[in-house]
Structures are given as C-alpha cells and as structure tokens.
C-alpha cells in the first residue's frame, strides 16, 4: 500500500518528489569537505568513469575555492552539476571512499560536486574559454549529455558546433527520463544554460535528423559529425493485448511526468514491468504519484534484476509491491486495460523457462512497460558504412569514438546501449577529442 | 577516591583547575559562577592603570573543521573601575572562602606597585600573580612583556613585591624571550613564592585578503596579538620543562598554562613539574563547564595509576626529558601496518616516499591497496603511523633486542664519534635510496 497522497498542486508534487539528493548548505559543505583525506592515488577518482580529481575539488571546497572546485568538476565533466546528483555514486566514486572499509560513511562527493558546481552557476561568472576559431565546422546530433559534452568541448577547441535536437529542449534523458526525485527540469537547464552562454555552441530545436537527404547535407556542410542520439521509444513486448488505452512505455510515461507533473493521471493500480533502473523509477513515481497499489513485475529472481540494490530500495520504500519469476503474456481488458496475464517462470539447466500451465492475471488500469528502448538501427542504416553490434549498438574505437565511417563519431547511449549521464559525459568529450585528432592528422 | 586539593605555595585551593587572568575573570559573576561550575581558582584579570580597549579583539587560527585551534587578542588588562572589582573580590571570598582567589596586577612605579598590593590584600585576595607577559599594548607602556623581557627589571620589581606583600607572590612569564630560565631564574632571585607560565606568544593570527590586515581587524589595521589555544600547548610544555628541571627555580611551585583543555592536557603538565594549571581559552570556546571533563578524567587516571594526591605524580616525566646526546643509538623500532584495518588510502606511502625515506611499497596486484614496509629501509621515523587516519592500524615495533645501549655522549667519550659515513648505526646505511632519476618514471 502506499504511503503517499495523490498529488493535486505542485507543492503536493513537489513534497511526494521531494529530492534524494538536495542541495549543500555551506556549513554542510565546510564540515563534509573537512572529512576527505586526500588519499594517494584515490580510488573515487579510478571510480568515477570522467576520473574528476575529487579530492582536489574537495579540498578546494574546504579553502573555500568554490569556484577552483567547479572548474576541476568540469575540466573533467562538463555535466558536472547534473552528475553530482544523478550519478550512482553510491556504487561509483562514493562506494570506492576508503572510508566505507571502516563503517564510516564515505564522503558524499556527489553533494559536494553538486555544491560547487550549483554555487559556480549561480554567480553566472565565465570560467570558460572558447578556443580560438578553426574554421572548422562540426554536427552533432541530438542535444543529450553526449552531444552536450561534446559540443563543449569541441567549442574549446575552436571548433564551429550545431546541435540538431528533435526535441524542444536540450539534455536529452536528463531532462526527459530521470525520475523527479533525483533532479528537476531546472537543475538540468540552467546547467546547460550556463554551459552555452559562455561556450556558444548552437542548439536547433524540434531539428530531427531523419532521412538520407539531410544527411547528406550535414556531410556536406561539416567537417565531422557526432551522433549523440540515444535510444528510442520503449520497444514493443509482441503480446496480446499490448495496443490497449493504459499501456504506456517507462521513457515515455517519465516524461510526461517530468513536463505535467502533478496533472499526470495515473490509476488507482498500477503495474510495472522490467527490473532494471527505469523500472525501479516508474514503480517508485506511480506510488508518488498516489496509485494505491503498484506492482512491479519482472520475469526472472530478484537477484537477476539489473536494478542496483539501492534503487529496488527507494521503490520497496516508497510503497512498491514485487512479483518475480512472471513474465507477461497477454494484457487484458475491454479496450482498456484491466489486467496482466503472467505466466510464471522458473530456472532449468540455467534457461528461463515459462510455465505456460501456471497463469494468473493481476487486475491493474495501467500497464508501464520498462522493458527496454528501441533502437535506432534503422536511421543507422542511412549511414553508409556504419557498423553496428548485434545488439544494434553503434561500434566505435574505444579511444577516440570513430565509427566505422571516419566522418561519423558517437557516444553515449547510442554506443553503450543504456547507461548513465556520466558515461554520456565521457563519451563526449572523448569524442570531441577523437575528432580534432581525425581532423588534424 | 583522589584527593584534588592542592596547597600552591600556601594558596589552598579544592582542585588545581584555575581560571588564567583573562576575559572569563573579568568580574565576580563569571568567578563565581565558574566556582559553582567546578573550578578550584581564579586568576582576577589584570587589576591597574586605567586602559581603552578596542573592537574587535579576537582571532582565531581554524584547521579544517576544528576551530579555534590557536587564539589571540589584543585586549588590554581591565577596564572596569579598581574599586568595583575590589568590591567583588572581597563578595566572591565570602561565597567561596576555601576556593583560590588571585589578584594579578600590572602597574609600574614602586608607589603604584604597594599601594595595589595593599588594595588587593585588604579585598581579601589569597594572593598574587604579577603580569609580566601581555604582548600588546601594556608593552608599549614599559609593563607586561616589556618587564618579562627584562630578567633585571623583571627581579626588581618582584622584590619590590615581595618586600610590599604578606600574600603569596606569582610571577607569569612571558615566552616571547629565547631562553625562559633567565626570566624564571630573575623571578626566583628575586623572591618570588612561585612561577606562573606561558603568557601568551606574540602572533599574528591571519590576513584578511580582502582588505589585506591582519586578524582581528580594527577599522582597517591590526597588530600583533597574544597567541594561546591548544596550538601553544607544545610551547608551553617545553618551556615548563626547563624551569621544572632547573636546579634553583624548581624550588619554587609551577602552575603551567598553555592550551589545556582536556584532563589530559592537565596530566601532561602535572608530569612536567606543575602543580596547577591556568585555562583561559578552552573557557572562551566552551563555557565554565569544560572544566566537569577534566575533573572526571584526572580522578579517573589517578584512580587507575593508584595516586592519592597531583603530588604522587608530580614531575613523573621530568626524569624522561633528556638531551639528544644520552639517546640511545642502538634502539631501533619499524613500522608496521596491520592489513585487516588498513582501508588503503595510501597516506602513508606517499608521506614516506615523498616526505620521508621511500620505506613504503604500494601493492603490486591491484587486488588490494594495502601497502608494506620495505623494512630495510624503514628507520622508524613514526610519520607513516602519524598519517594513517585509522586508529591503530600503523603501529611501531621494536626491533632491537634491548641489551645494547650506546649514546652520543658515551661515544664522544670513549672518542668512538664516527668519521667517515659507514658507521653501523648511521641512519642512511644499508638503505636504498632510489636515483634522482627514478622520480621522472
């Protein structure tokens, strides 16, 4: 049963999504920083997938350097600030502080990091340089954290960079797909605000790239292009029943959330299907959201869930109900959604089996498929040239992220097949560096 | 039980916690409030000629989250009328007749001197401490350090003291002098009943780098302070040492002063020689009520070491303090670090290897990030078990068998003093010291 109240106003909203990780006070930041012990070598730095100098921005934090520690953040991340609160930290820098090898909490770097980028931000100061120009001209398609990154740092180079977003908004997933409880709307725009008001990379919106036509014309137009284009929709689970009203994929039932917050309906019953983090975060936000009951079901033991520990514990908290070893076989309903068919599953010989003999149906008004993106594998295949893996996922050189045709790089998502902003951050600033390589050789 | 009272040079007190001539003195209702509190006696601020004060006065040296780790000010002796504060002492010793009632004074002709010294007697004070330390201000007017600098002066006019009073005399040193025997010899030649020290350090606390003066800013300047805190303490003891193992001075009471906090604090100075102490600033951070710690923990050290009275262990260490020459040369300790609690922060690798004599070796599997000592060149320094954050992890283990004993001195005087740099006890033999070189691998 939940425990929280349909919300009717943004204040219910923003109570129910109140945030995991809120912002630093000053005091809270001197007393956190005082702790760090500026370990040799440190293993949060091996942690974070952007290797940020942690204990430098920490210590710079400390001596009240609040804008040195920004500056080290995004030296090494230019989503800085949304990393601080979004990220994992908990199995990344945090779970490595050499402090949790004695039962005393780690550091809460991410805080920190959230604290010295949010203050660096709010003082609107330049703290970037723009390289100066090349002459060269670069396309970046889509404008999440990849593209973001990577447009950034092309920017400090001297490069030209034009962002083409479908969207009407930049930051992609961080904007759209992570739950309200870990960052608003506004966390993430002014981060990308501040970022574009000093580097000027251009971003056109409500921009897709989508036929062979354009891009042909980007090819022509630019030196380089960097898809940055994540996924797509939440993919199609083939079962009966599945086009009914109240079946909606995870991705998409996220951002309706992020943009209509508390005029988002959701039913009474609710059923998730998935066990990875997005699943967790649909299960956690339809509770928040006042659904009396919501199951979240996935098709194989709690211990295969993808989900990290942590985020099955925040939706077990929020007032979650589990059903595991159940896959969904059909959705049932006149029209409209009044149930799940599960069959249930079992293990043997190391294969899932489902025990199609075993059935029941649980009675629900909404149906959240957390069962994976699409890919965009067929706009890849306008794209002479570019290899994919079996799994529909871009390949590129782990250095510099070339695809396999040289004019064309890649990151995040689109590369990885799912993961955080961070590993988006990386891969685009990697990126960047992999084209000024390509385009000064 | 143990048995506190303490009888200092025939002033008679419950216990040996008195309050240092400072702000918390500054009149009978913080005195007496602090003899309800626990404290044994007080040292009234400075009684004299009539002074302006001015604001702000205090500064303090921070480390880390710690604050007031060193303090100063620049306040003078008291500016409330003599009459108001000799009313009080007189109030004060008929609620507390057995409790240590101290008038220190600071005037400066030989007619000023007596007729103070005839005011304070009269009021009922128990006796004497002559201020012959305050670095700022009173200097300038040829009292405080400006006599403590000045064993001549210093001897004369504890003469003229002890020629006026029929209470018992302290002198207070100042340390701003290089060798703290030639005042407290002075003060001994001079009559004095007992030595009274440290005054506080001449000190400039810190600069404000906005307006480039110095801590604590008055209307745009500063000047230097009086330093004192817990960073003094080392100063403090050294000093008491070498008063307490002088052959004349020691015949006199010591009550030490310095940075005392805690009980622990208390027993270190009682094990060089004191038989009191004086606290001010741990009073000025914390409140009267500092004072129920170190009451329960000397009772609870005393009770564990079997002692009676302070008296039973009076000067326990002063037989330890030697020079460097009667060391003994053969004694040989290594580090070793306990790899169970080790979180591997590597502290200590990088202190050795960068701050000391390349003893410690990281890991050579990447497994683990405990570190090990390379015993050979290890010469028991003790900084890597300084640097480990974690209690007890570190430890230094003797590694000579005890039966042999040599020392600079007996080898200078079996004329056995090395010439060439192969001597077996010379610390850098057998090790190995990596190539200038090495440092750019």
């Known amino acids: 049963m939940s425990e929280y109240k349909r919300p009717t106003s943004e204040a219910d909203f923003k109570k129910n999504f109140k945030q995991k990780k809120p912002l630093m006070n000053t005091t809270e930041a001197f007393y956190e920083s005082s702790r760090c012990l500026f370990c040799y070598d440190a293993p949060c730095i091996q942690a974070c997938p952007t290797h940020i100098d942690i204990p430098l921005f920490i210590k710079q934090i400390q001596t009240k350097n609040t804008e040195g520690a920004a500056k080290t953040i995004f030296d090494a991340n230019w989503l800085g600030n949304a990393c601080g609160i979004v990220c994992p930290t908990g199995v990344l820098c945090e779970g490595a502080c050499v402090f949790n090898h004695q039962n005393v909490p780690p550091i809460q770097i991410g805080r920190l990091q959230n604290f010295a980028t949010n203050t660096t931000i709010d003082t609107a100061k330049d703290i970037f340089k723009v390289g100066k120009s090349n002459g060269k001209k670069i396309a970046i398609v889509g404008a999440g954290p990849a593209g973001i990154a990577c447009a950034c740092e092309l920017r400090t180079l001297g490069y030209d960079v034009t962002i083409y977003e479908a969207k009407d908004k930049p930051s992609g997933l961080a904007v759209h797909g992570i739950a309200p409880y870990k960052i608003t709307n506004e966390e993430v725009l002014k981060e990308i605000t501040f970022l574009q008001n000093q580097l000027g990379f251009e971003i056109l919106y409500k921009s897709p790239i989508e036929t062979k036509e354009q891009l042909k014309k980007l090819e022509e137009d630019f030196d380089a292009i960097f898809l940055g284009l994540g996924l797509g929709k939440t993919g199609s689970l083939e079962i009966d029943g599945e086009d009914k009203k109240g079946v909606i994929g995870a991705v998409e039932f996220i951002e309706e959330l992020r943009s209509k917050q508390h005029l988002t309906k959701v039913p009474s019953k609710v059923v998730v299907l998935g066990g990875g983090n997005t699943a967790m975060d649909a299960a956690s936000e339809s509770a928040r959201m006042g659904a009396k009951k919501t199951v979240l079901a996935y098709r194989n033991s709690k211990e295969k869930m993808k989900a990290y520990g942590f985020e099955y514990d925040l939706a077990i908290s929020a007032g979650v109900d589990s059903l595991f070893n159940v896959v969904p076989i059909g959705i049932v309903g006149k029209g409209k959604v009044e149930g799940v068919r599960f069959a249930k599953t079992e293990m043997v010989d190391g294969k899932l089996k489902t025990k199609n003999n075993d059935v029941f149906v649980v009675r629900c008004d909404m149906v959240i498929k957390a069962t994976g993106q699409a890919k965009q594998g067929s706009f890849y295949e306008l794209i002479d040239n570019l290899e994919m893996d079996s799994q529909t996922r871009l390949k590129v050189n782990n250095e510099t992220f070339q695809t396999s045709n040289p004019k064309y790089f890649a990151g995040g998502d689109a590369v990885n097949g799912g993961a955080e902003v961070v590993n988006a951050a990386y891969d685009g600033k990697m990126a960047a560096l992999g084209i000024h390589q390509y385009l000064n050789k | ?441």
């Open chain 2, 1 to 441: 039980m143990a048995d506190l009272s303490i009888n200092f040079a025939g002033i008679k007190a419950p216990n040996p916690f008195w309050l240092a001539s400072a702000p918390p003195t500054n009149s009978g209702y913080q005195i007496m409030k602090a003899f309800e509190a626990g404290w044994g006696g007080a040292v009234w601020k400075t009684l004299g000629v009539p002074v302006i004060n001015v604001s702000s006065r205090y500064g303090a040296v921070n480390y880390r989250d710690t604050r007031m780790m060193g303090f100063n000010n620049i306040e003078l002796i008291t500016d409330r009328p003599l009459a108001d504060n000799l009313r009080e002492i007189e109030e004060v010793k008929k609620y507390f007749p057995d409790h240590a009632v101290i008038a220190s004074l600071m005037v400066e002709s030989r007619a000023e001197w007596e007729q103070i010294i005839k005011d304070v007697q009269n009021a009922g004070a128990d006796g004497i401490e002559l201020n012959f330390g305050c670095p700022h201000g009173m200097c300038e007017r040829g009292m405080g350090s400006a006599v403590g600098q000045e064993p001549e002066v210093l001897k004369t006019i504890v003469e003229w003291v002890k020629a006026a009073a029929n209470i018992p005399v302290i002198t207070k040193l100042s340390p701003n002098i290089s060798h703290i025997v030639d005042p407290g010899l002075a003060a001994y030649q001079g009559g004095t009943d007992a030595i009274s020290l440290i005054n506080t350090i001449k000190s400039i606390v810190g600069i404000d780098l906005d307006s480039y003066a110095p801590y604590p800013v008055v209307d745009g300047k500063g000047t230097n302070g009086g330093y004192c805190g817990p960073a003094v303490k080392p100063i403090a003891m050294h000093m008491l040492k070498d008063l307490a193992q002088h052959p004349e001075i020691s015949k006199v009471p010591i009550c030490g002063i310095g940075g005392i906090e805690t009980w622990r604090d208390v027993v270190e100075f009682i094990l060089l020689g004191a038989t009191s102490v004086q606290v001010c600033t741990a009073v000025m951070h914390y409140g009267f009520g500092i004072v129920r710690e170190m009451e329960a923990g000397l009772r609870q050290f005393m009770d564990d070491k079997g002692y009676n009275t302070i008296y039973d262990f009076t000067g326990k260490a002063l037989p330890n303090i030697t020079e460097w020459k009667h060391l003994n040369l053969e004694h040989k300790v290594v580090a070793e670090i306990n790899p169970n609690t080790c979180v591997g922060c590597d502290l200590c690798y990088i202190a050795c290897d960068d701050g000391a004599h390349q003893a410690i070796a990281l890991p050579t599997d990447l497994t683990n990030r405990v570190p090990s000592i390379i015993e050979e060149n290890c010469v028991g320094c003790n900084l890597c078990s300084l640097v480990c954050p974690i209690e007890n992890c570190i430890t230094m283990v003797k590694k000579d068998d005890g039966t042999k004993h040599s020392t600079w001195a007996e080898r200078t005087d079996a004329d056995q003093v090395p010439t060439t740099f192969d001597d077996d006890r010379a610390g850098g033999k057998g090790h190995f010291v990596p190539k200038p070189s090495d440092a750019l691998k």
